[in-house]
């Protein structure tokens, strides 16, 4: 079976750097690690090397959403099975993955999400501490994917990729951990009309960094578009916000957790108010409407 340790990174693409950067850095709380080959900016949240990579793009939305793995013996399950899913994965050079502290790296357009997904080992000793500034923040937390597939994705990820159903609600969003992770969700696969990036949230350590993350909001003029509230699935008190390019992010504070054996049985919970917030916070209509489509792998097959 594969194993994980988490969700490690997510690369968008924006369509002005510095503005994003900007924003980023000083409103979300992210710190600069530097720029890569083709000027993208490296990102951290947590002691990993990065975990947000912005990429100018003419427009906005999801590149990458990258993978931790266990170990590098992953590899071999893993590969086994993107293969005899009739996936075509592609081995990320060596000096790339020189450049950006990994081990190895492996890359595959997912159709079902619409999406290009990396699975990597980071390199050994780079861990380093986080020194937050503006929040709090722990970790990279989870990314959701919009999907008109959103059933065939929810089989995929969970009988090919091991990944575990925590809940649903009603045919409109599933919530899975990146097993043996223990988190009630790294990944959500969300039914809609096109593949889009629904959200990427924010894991904070205390419920003030919530509190204190309004005001900076506002005075930052970004919109608040949901919350603050709680989540009946994960148990989470949630905020989203909106980036400069319209693409939805979150900071969440706690978060259901799973053992590695004898979990609970996942729930499908139905598709009302009360079940996706307790507290009864009204949703602005851009909430997870992404401003733009996933990027694609190129007609060559080459990954991005």
């Not at 390199?123 to 020194?131: I, N, S």
């Not at 959200?199 to 509190?211: A, F, K, L, P, R």
Request: hydrophobic share 40%.
């Amino acid at each position: 079976m594969i194993r994980y340790q988490k969700l490690g990174r997510v690369e968008l693409g924006v369509t002005d750097l510095k503005r994003a950067r900007q924003f980023y850095e000083q409103v979300v709380g992210l710190q600069y690690v530097g720029t890569g080959a083709a000027e993208e900016v490296l990102l951290r949240c947590d002691h990993e090397h990065h975990s947000v990579v912005l990429h100018e793009a003419t427009t906005a939305g999801l590149r990458v959403a990258g993978f931790m793995l266990e170990d590098d013996a992953q590899f071999v399950p893993l590969l086994t099975r993107l293969r005899e899913a009739g996936l075509r994965p592609h081995e990320v050079p060596g000096h790339s993955c020189m450049r950006r502290q990994q081990q190895r790296a492996v890359r595959v357009f997912e159709p079902l999400v619409g999406a290009v997904i990396e699975f990597y080992v980071p390199a050994l000793d780079v861990a380093r501490p986080f020194e937050p500034t503006v929040a709090r923040i722990q970790r990279l937390g989870h990314v959701v994917f919009n999907t008109p597939t959103a059933a065939e994705a929810v089989a995929f990820w969970r009988d090919v990729l091991n990944f575990r159903i925590s809940d649903a609600i009603g045919e409109m969003i599933t919530f899975m951990r990146c097993w043996p992770s223990p988190w009630h969700h790294g990944i959500g696969i969300a039914q809609s009309e096109r593949y889009s990036l629904h959200h990427v949230n924010y894991m904070v350590s205390e419920i003030d960094d919530i509190g204190r993350a309004l005001a900076r909001l506002r005075k930052a003029e970004a919109p608040v578009v949901f919350g603050p509230g709680r989540h009946p699935a994960s148990d989470s008190v949630f905020l989203y916000f909106l980036d400069p390019d319209g693409l939805t992010m979150e900071y969440s504070f706690g978060m259901e957790a799973f053992s590695e054996t004898f979990s609970r049985e996942p729930r499908r919970l139905p598709l009302a108010p009360e079940w996706l917030d307790y507290w009864g916070s009204d949703r602005d209509p851009r909430c997870f409407n992404s401003a733009g489509e996933n990027a694609a792998l190129a007609e060559t097959g080459e990954p991005l």
